[in-house]
């Protein structure tokens, strides 16, 4: 299933994206003049879990299942260039209260790392994929 993504106050975003601060993005589209948007998900090893939204599982960045944080971006590309023009973490369901895979611990960590009450778990969608 692709992301859904909309046209919101600032920058493409996804559905349920919290605001981000987007002017240096809203300012690329004529210095990129992109011919592209290029969808990417991520992995970003983190050593131990106390990073918000780390949880156990498999990444490319490492090969293996790990503790890390997922993330997916949105790039405006040309040939000369590109911008990443938004991006978030995927919080698994590990630290979302209302899941049955909730682990305490993590819930806990929840104020500590900032993360808002009301984002729940969601999984990592996989990047649009579009030939023609």
Known sequence: MGAEWRVGCGPLQPVG????????ARCMPPVIKPTALVSDDSGFLKD???????????TGTADKVSNCQAGASLHLAS???????????FLSGSWDPASPKADPAK?????KCAVPAEVGGR???????HSG
């Open 107 to 111: 819930v806990a960590r929840r104020d």
């Open 48 to 58: 131990g879990d106390a990073w918000a939204c780390v949880a156990r599982r498999y």
């Open 79 to 89: 040939n000369g260039a590109s911008a990443a023009v938004n991006w978030r973490l």
């Open 123 to 129: 999984s990592l969608p996989t990047p649009s994929r």
């Open 17 to 24: 994206c919290g605001v981000c601060a987007g002017r240096p």
